[in-house]
């Protein structure tokens, strides 16, 4: 039985990583410090000897008895309004918290996963966006401290891996939804699905033009299970090269919501200031994946779309 530990392990992301490896026979040791994770996430585990949480700040020393075949850093606030209103707790999860996770996989001799982010490429002046890509990233923007945490979690993983053998590997993400999203999460779908399930105006930032792609949950799962039985070290897009606008997404989530919302419009200086950076496209090239992983997403939007919205649904009526 392996053990595997994992960092951010009751929010949206980890919780859902934490499922997939109980169910495949593993040990899993879940840390989270619940600054944006849930125990509600976790809570059907309680019971199961080979599941153990541990609160717990990955930005401090971590310990872990016993041996560890594998360490999953998923820690770290990912929504726009984190980045408002935790952005040195983000900053600190991807520069602390990842060396002290890269400590932890090397004193065990495990391999170690980093959950990194489409949002290494900033703005891109590229379209899509291949790993060799070094992106245009604005350091002191409003979103700046995600960027450029994640860019730094990035370099010291690799560092790792060169100058202390660790078995690394780097996963970066693009926009993922589906069940267990914060309600409050501030990122599109969430934001979209919860207006339109309240009746609410469905509110875009600009003219609904800025694009995004999505991959669902299960389907980002799988490409984390891909990428850890490779041998193989650089960075990996794993994301959905299937593009959508924001208007159309906003259209989509009220069809499949049986909604009456309307869309309006936020412009000028009534957008939130993470708006400002806001990248107008993003889509990943998944050639690598495709060739590595034997890795592409296989839900499509509708179906995911349809599922988060009956489990939104489910948790407004609770």
Not at 11 to 22: A, R, T
Not at 287 to 293: K, Y
């Amino acid at each position: 039985m392996e053990t595997y530990v994992v960092t951010g392990g009751a929010g949206f992301l980890g919780s859902h990583l934490c499922d997939f490896l109980l169910e495949h026979g593993h040990r899993v040791i879940c840390m989270d410090n619940l600054i944006t994770g849930t125990t509600d996430n976790i809570a059907h585990h309680a019971g199961n000897d080979r599941f153990k949480f541990v609160k717990h700040d990955v930005t401090t020393y971590l310990y872990v008895e016993g041996p560890v075949d594998c360490v999953l850093h998923f820690a770290s606030p990912a929504s726009p309004i984190d980045f408002e209103r935790l952005p040195i707790q983000i900053l600190k999860a991807g520069a602390l918290g990842t060396h002290n996770a890269l400590g932890l996989a090397k004193a065990k001799g495990a391999k170690f996963l980093l959950a990194s982010t489409s949002e290494v490429y900033g703005d891109p002046q590229v379209h899509p966006q291949p790993e060799a890509y070094h992106g245009n990233v604005n350091p002191v923007g409003p979103r700046g401290m995600y960027d450029e945490a994640k860019r730094f979690a990035e370099a010291i993983t690799m560092a790792y891996h060169r100058v202390h053998g660790v078995d690394t590997r780097i996963m970066r993400i693009f926009n993922t939804y589906g069940p267990r999203m914060r309600l409050d999460d501030g990122r599109v779908i969430p934001t979209f699905v919860t207006q339109a399930l309240r009746g609410q105006p469905i509110t875009i930032f600009g003219d609904g033009s800025h694009t995004r792609s999505f991959c669902y949950v299960a389907d980002l799962i799988e490409g984390a299970r891909r990428l850890l039985d490779a041998e193989f070290n650089d960075p990996v897009n794993v994301g959905s090269p299937d593009e959508i606008s924001m208007l159309d997404l906003a259209g989509a989530v009220i069809r499949l919501a049986g909604s009456r919302s309307q869309v309006a419009f936020v412009r000028g200086e009534a957008m939130p200031q993470a708006a400002q950076d806001d990248p107008k496209v993003r889509r990943p090239d998944i050639t690598r994946a495709r060739n590595v992983l034997g890795w592409e997403p296989r839900v499509s939007l509708e179906e995911g779309l349809a599922t988060t919205i009956e489990w939104f649904k489910s948790r407004l009526q609770a």
